[in-house]
């Protein structure tokens, strides 16, 4: 009955969330404060008041059931043949800003090591991973190197703070892209005729939503089969973080298949509400602790991000880009596939399918290159 109780709340809080998402007076409000966040936040004050059961299993079977199923789901709307039509420039802009947060945090936590946590490299790597992909591959990586609940909290919180600030200072400075352009002595915009379009696959069905939903699940059942027989490693340490690097790889090699591509729409509209479920279970787990430890993580996200940054001017007068491709490939680092388009329409219209496609790139390989940077901070840091 707990668990039942649990679980129930945990998805009508979801549900609420969503639904006031949609309300138009709420929509500014959650421009500012997003989804996944109050997702995750509500659930934890939920529980600290005593309105839900404290560690509960159902809190745990969804983050590791429902986790890998979701991703399955998610990435199937990943198309990778079709972001090399983006082009050299837009490639190179992404290129430079995954580079920049990969290499960039672990640079900076080194900086600040001696008062970092000993596992501080686990909350790189996952800080990293959503800032080259998005929240599914934060949720990945929690999943994958077992980042310490209050850890993730605070990493929560440095996500949305830094990401959203980024946004707004991308969009503030579109008002001087004349006067930066010429300082970076950039080339204008490649032909619209060599963008790639914003043709989306058809609409949802019930027979393409049971597609989705059985290769979903198809992958999980085999990725779980041959996680159970990989050994660990100081980076994946369990059985459900082979299953979720499996599960990944297994949805992206599947989505470079033509007939399913014509199930991305519908994999997003199921997968989306299954990834928030998922990140309120993990707020149910969670505690107010994890907030003493924000003021850390926000310094290192900012230092973090003021270093991309710097790195995409350097790249972009170098490269010769202009301010309108570095900004929404920068965007699409630490926003997604939705505000990546928003950034890129405010410079130029034809700017919005490149800013979609580098997102879905970024959602690809997210997961690695998060990898990546625990990688690197737990060779510096330990």
């Known amino acids: 009955m707990s668990s039942c109780w649990a679980f129930g709340g945990v998805a009508v809080i979801v549900a609420a969330v969503l639904v006031a998402s949609r309300l138009p007076p709420a929509q500014r409000f959650f421009r500012i404060l997003p989804v996944p966040l109050w997702c995750y936040l509500l659930p934890m004050i939920a529980v600290a008041l005593g309105w839900l059961p404290a560690t509960d299993a159902a809190y745990r079977q969804v983050t590791d059931h429902l986790l890998p199923f979701t991703l399955g789901l998610l990435l199937l709307d990943v198309h990778l043949p079709s972001v090399w039509s983006i082009g050299r420039g837009g490639l190179l802009a992404m290129g430079v800003g995954m580079t920049g947060v990969v290499l960039g945090l672990p640079l900076v936590a080194w900086g600040f090591r001696q008062v970092l946590p000993p596992e501080a490299w686990k909350g790189v790597g996952a800080l990293a991973a959503t800032w080259t992909g998005g929240s599914m591959n934060l949720l990945a990586l929690r999943g994958i190197l077992q980042t310490p609940e209050q850890m993730f909290t605070a990493l929560m919180l440095t996500d949305a703070v830094i990401a959203y600030s980024w946004m ?192 879905l790139l970024g959602n690809a390989l997210g997961t690695y290159l998060g990898l990546v940077a625990a990688s690197l901070s737990r060779l510096i840091l330990t």
């Open 168 to 359: 707004a200072l991308l969009i503030a400075a579109s008002s001087r892209a004349p006067t930066i352009d010429r300082w970076l002595g950039a080339i204008p915009l490649i032909p619209a005729s060599s963008l790639p379009s914003l043709s989306r696959s058809p609409p949802c069905t019930l027979r393409t939503a049971a597609w989705c939903l059985a290769l979903a699940l198809g992958f999980t059942l085999l990725a779980r089969g041959l996680a159970s027989r990989l050994p660990s490693t100081s980076l994946v340490t369990s059985a459900n973080g082979w299953t979720v690097l499996l599960v990944t790889t297994l949805a992206l090699s599947a989505g470079c298949l033509r007939p399913i591509q014509r199930l991305g729409r519908c994999a997003t509209m199921l997968g989306t509400p299954a990834l928030y479920l998922v990140l309120a279970a993990m707020g149910a787990q969670a505690t107010l602790e994890g907030f003493r430890s924000a003021p850390l993580w926000l310094a290192i996200g900012t230092a973090g991000a003021v270093l991309h940054g710097c790195l995409m001017l350097a790249a972009g007068r170098w490269l010769r880009l202009p301010l309108g491709l570095l900004a929404t490939a920068s965007q699409a680092n630490f926003g997604g596939v939705i505000s990546a388009p928003l950034v890129g329409a405010v410079y130029h219209e034809r700017l919005v399918p490149v800013g979609l496609c580098l997102a």
